[in-house]
């Protein structure tokens, strides 16, 4: 199977991506632009939001990675 190239450079990257918008439940939340230490880059959210379950309101924890495919490999220009 064929490794996957990322289409951008790292530095188009950095330059132009922006932060997306994440909804989880009813609220918004901002995941914002990363280079991650393991070389590769995209995007990270972390925070907590309230999620109701029947009627009752639950607390939770969230941590999302967003990690381009190939990034790790992409030109570091």
């Known amino acids: 199977m064929a490794k996957t190239s990322c289409p951008v450079t790292r530095a188009q990257f950095v330059e132009k991506a922006t932060p997306l918008k994440i909804t989880i439940g009813t ?19 972390n925070g907590k939001t309230v999620i109701e379950i029947d009627g009752k309101a639950v ?19």
């Open 27 to 45: 609220q918004e939340m901002l995941a914002e632009v990363k280079e991650f230490s393991t070389g590769s880059f995209g995007w990270y959210l």
């Open 59 to 77: 607390s939770v924890q969230i941590g999302m990675n967003l990690t381009v495919v190939g990034s790790k490999e992409a030109a570091k220009e």
